[in-house]
C-alpha cells in the first residue's frame, strides 16, 4: 500500500544519495547572487553585517565565566554586610551579556530578513518565468498542483537553509571553539576534550538515529495521505454511497486506514522517544564527567569553586541549539531536496527557443504557408503528413475532417507551440522559426477549441488581450462577439465572475468572451477552433456572427466540424489521418463527390435545420 503514495515528505528523502548530496550542496551557488548581490551594496553590506553580528553573539557563551569569577569572589571575601563591589559589577556584567545574547538574534533578523526575502522572491521569480517559457509539451506531462508545490516548498526550503546551517549549526560550532579555547586556557584542556567529545557525539548519534527514524516518519506521513485520500474520495462520492447503502462499509474503510496510521504514529513516537533518550544520555555524561573534573579540581585548590557554576551553565548553554539538532538535521536533508527539485526545474532546457539574432516578425498581410510539413509528438506516430497549402492575405481556410486527423495540431504549429521536423511554415514569407515568438504570437488571435478563462471577472477576462484598454473598447468587443447583451443581464455586469476555468459560464458564453479578447488583441492572422460541443442553432447563429464580425479581412484559419459554418470559406482542405484528401472551394469539393461531399450529406441528414 504505502508505495502507492509516493509524493510524501520523508519518501523523498530516501531518494538523496552522496553524489545526490554534492548536487543539492552545488545548488547553494545559484542562490549566492542573490544574496551578495551585485547591484546593491546595501545589502552586501547588511549580510556582513548580520554575520558580524552573529559571530559576536557567540561570544556571549563566555558570559557563565563571569558569574564564576562573582562566586570565587564572594567564596574569598570575609563574611559581611555590604556586597563586594568587585562581585556586584560581576554579577552585572553577566545579566548585561546575557542580554545583548538575546538582543543579537533579533539585531540579525533585522538586518538579514530582507536580503533573505527578497533573494527568495527573485528565485521564485525566475522559477515562475521559466516555468511559463517551457513548451507546451512540457506543462501537457505535468501536473500544475505539483509545479506550484514545487516552487513553494523549493522557496521555504531556501528560509529554511539560511536559518538552520548559518544561523543555527554554524554558530553552535564557532561556540564550540571558543568554549573549548576558554576550557583550554582558565581550565586545562581536558575540559575542552570533554566538551568537544559531547558535541560530536551527540552530532553523530542525532544524525545516525533521525537517519533511522526517517522510516517510521514516512509511513507515518504515507499512511495519512492515504486515509485522507479515502476520506476525500468517500465524501466525494457521497451520492453514490448512498445509492449503495454504504455507510458503514465506508466507515469500516476509513477506520482501518486510520488504524493503520494510529500504529506508525505510534511508532514514530517511540521512537523519537528513543532519540531523546539516548540524547539525553550523552549529554548529560558529558556534563557529570566535566563536573566531576571540575569538583576534583576545586577540592585540589586548583580552581575556584565558581568554576563548577560557570562550567555548568556554559555546557547548558551549548545544549541549547543541539536541542533541535534531530528536528533541523531532518528539516535540512528535506530543504536540500527541496531546492535540488526547484532547481532542476530552472535547469529544464526550454525546447523552442528563439534563434540567436532572431529578428522580430515583419508582418504585412498575413499570408499563411505551409510547405510539405511533417510533424508527430511523439517519435513512432506521425500525425502530419506532408500537409502543404498557401492561405492569401485576408482570405479564409477551412480545415475539415475526422476527430483526430490532426486539425487542431496545425494551428498549435501556426502558434509554434511546437516546431515542424520537416517542411515549413511562413508568415509573409518568413519561416516561423527565423522570427521571435514574441513578435509571432503578437499577430495571431486564437480562439481555442477549449475555452478556458481565468477565475475573475469578465472584464479581467476579456481586458486579458491588452489590459489597457478602456471600458469603451472592453464593451465594443463585447458587442462584436454578441456576448455584450449577456453581460449586462447579469446583476453585477462586466464585474461578474467567471468561477474556476470559467465554469459559471455555459460552453457558448464562455467561447464569445474568448472572441471578445481575440477581437480586442486584433490580430492580423486568426485561428478559430470551433467547439465540438453541440450548441443550439440559436447560440451556434450568434456565435457565427460574432465571428464573421471578428474574421473580416484578416487571414482567417477555421477549423470547423460542421460543415453548413464554412460554405463561403475562400478555400477548404479535408485532412484525414494528417494528410490533405481534398483541396478546394465548396462547390469544387462536392463537385469531386468524395470525403467532403460524403461529409456534407450525412450532416445534411443529420441536421436539416442549420444551412
Ligand atoms: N500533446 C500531444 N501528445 C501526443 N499526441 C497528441 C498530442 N496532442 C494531440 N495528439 C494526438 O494527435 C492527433 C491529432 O490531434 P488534434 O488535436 O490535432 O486532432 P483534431 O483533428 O483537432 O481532432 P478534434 O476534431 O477531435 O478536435 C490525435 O490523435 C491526438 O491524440
Ligand atoms: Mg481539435
Redesign the pocket.
Known amino acids: 500500500m504505502r508505495h502507492r503514495v509516493s509524493n510524501t515528505l520523508p519518501e523523498d528523502a530516501q531518494e538523496s544519495t552522496e553524489s545526490g548530496l554534492r548536487a543539492q550542496f552545488g545548488n547553494l551557488k545559484f542562490l549566492l547572487p542573490h544574496l551578495w548581490p551585485k547591484d546593491r551594496p546595501g545589502d552586501r553590506v547588511r549580510v556582513v553585517l548580520a554575520f558580524f553580528v552573529t559571530f559576536l553573539g557567540q561570544l556571549t557563551i563566555a558570559a557563565p565565566f563571569l558569574l564564576g569569577n562573582a562566586i570565587d569572589r564572594l567564596a574569598e571575601s570575609d563574611p559581611g554586610l555590604v556586597l563586594p563591589a568587585s562581585v556586584a559589577s560581576f554579577i552585572i556584567g553577566y545579566g548585561l551579556i546575557r542580554l545583548v545574547g538575546a538582543a543579537i538574534p533579533q539585531a540579525r533578523e533585522f538586518l538579514f530578513s530582507r536580503v533573505g526575502q527578497r533573494a527568495q522572491r527573485k528565485v521564485a521569480l525566475e522559477t515562475f518565468r521559466h516555468i511559463h517559457s517551457l513548451s507546451l509539451?512540457f506543462h501537457?506531462e505535468r501536473r500544475t498542483g505539483g509545479l506550484s508545490r514545487i516552487i513553494e516548498r523549493g522557496i521555504r526550503s531556501i528560509d529554511f537553509l539560511f536559518r538552520f546551517l548559518l544561523f543555527n549549526i554554524g554558530p553552535t560550532l564557532v561556540q564550540l571553539v571558543i568554549v573549548s579555547v576558554i576550557f583550554g586556557l582558565t581550565y586545562s584542556g581536558a575540559y575542552a576534550l570533554v566538551a568537544i567529545c559531547t558535541v560530536v557525539v551527540y552530532f553523530w548519534f542525532t544524525a545516525a538515529s533521525t537517519e533511522w527514524r526517517l522510516k517510521f516518519r514516512r509511513e507515518m506521513n504515507a499512511k495519512d495521505t492515504e486515509a485522507n485520500t479515502k476520506a476525500v474520495d468517500s465524501l466525494l462520492n457521497y451520492e453514490t454511497v448512498k445509492y449503495f447503502n454504504n455507510e458503514d462499509f465506508e466507515a469500516e474503510r476509513y477506520n482501518r486506514t486510520m488504524k493503520g496510521y494510529q500504529d506508525a504514529a505510534v511508532r514514530s513516537n517511540v521512537s523519537l522517544a528513543v532519540v531523546n533518550i539516548g540524547q539525553a544520555l550523552i549529554f548529560n555524561t558529558g556534563l557529570i564527567v566535566i563536573l566531576l573534573l571540575a569538583a576534583k579540581a576545586v577540592g585540589r585548590g586548583e580552581i575556584g569553586i565558581g568554576a563548577i557554576t560557570a562550567i555548568s551553565l556554559v555546557m547548558m548553554q551549548l545544549y541549547q541549539p543541539l536541542n533541535i539538532l534531530g528536528f533541523a538535521y531532518r528539516e535540512i536533508k528535506q530543504a536540500l531536496i527541496d531546492m535540488e527539485k526547484m532547481f532542476d526545474l530552472i535547469k529544464v532546457p526550454k525546447e523552442i527557443v528563439d534563434k540567436p539574432n532572431a529578428q522580430a516578425l515583419n508582418i504585412q498581410s498575413g499570408k499563411v504557408e505551409f510547405r510539405n510539413v511533417n510533424f508527430h509528438?511523439?517519435a513512432d506516430?506521425q500525425?502530419l503528413k506532408d500537409v502543404s497549402f498557401v492561405v492569401p492575405a485576408g482570405e479564409s481556410l477551412a480545415i475539415v475532417?475526422p476527430?483526430?486527423?490532426?486539425?487542431?495540431?496545425?494551428s498549435r504549429i501556426l502558434f509554434r507551440f511546437y516546431d515542424v521536423r520537416d517542411g515549413s511554415v511562413l508568415v509573409d514569407g518568413q519561416d516561423v522559426k527565423d522570427v521571435t515568438q514574441d513578435s509571432l504570437r503578437q499577430s495571431i488571435g486564437m480562439v481555442p477549441?477549449d475555452t478556458v478563462l481565468f477565475n475573475d471577472t469578465i472584464r479581467y477576462n476579456i481586458a486579458y488581450a491588452n489590459p489597457e484598454a478602456s471600458q469603451q473598447d472592453i464593451e465594443r468587443a463585447a458587442k462584436l462577439a454578441n456576448i455584450h447583451v449577456f453581460i449586462e443581464s447579469l446583476p453585477n455586469g462586466y464585474d461578474s465572475t467567471v468561477g474556476e476555468r470559467g465554469l459559471k459560464l455555459s460552453g457558448g458564453e464562455k467561447q464569445r468572451v474568448a472572441i471578445a479578447r481575440t477581437i480586442l488583441k486584433n490580430p492580423t492572422i486568426l485561428i478559430l477552433d470551433e467547439a465540438?460541443s453541440a450548441l443550439d442553432s440559436a447560440t451556434e447563429r450568434s456565435i457565427q456572427e460574432a465571428l464573421r464580425h471578428v474574421s473580416a479581412d484578416r487571414t482567417t484559419l477555421v477549423?470547423a466540424?460542421r460543415l453548413s459554418t464554412i460554405i463561403d470559406a475562400n478555400q477548404i482542405i479535408v485532412?484525414n489521418e494528417g494528410r490533405i484528401a481534398e483541396h478546394g472551394t465548396h462547390a469544387e469539393l462536392l463537385a469531386i463527390d468524395g470525403l467532403y461531399a460524403e461529409l456534407w450529406y450525412q450532416q445534411q441528414q443529420s441536421e436539416p435545420i442549420t444551412t
Open positions: 509539451r501537457l509528438y511523439e506516430r500525425i475532417g476527430s483526430g486527423s490532426g486539425k487542431s495540431t496545425i477549441q465540438t477549423i466540424h485532412l
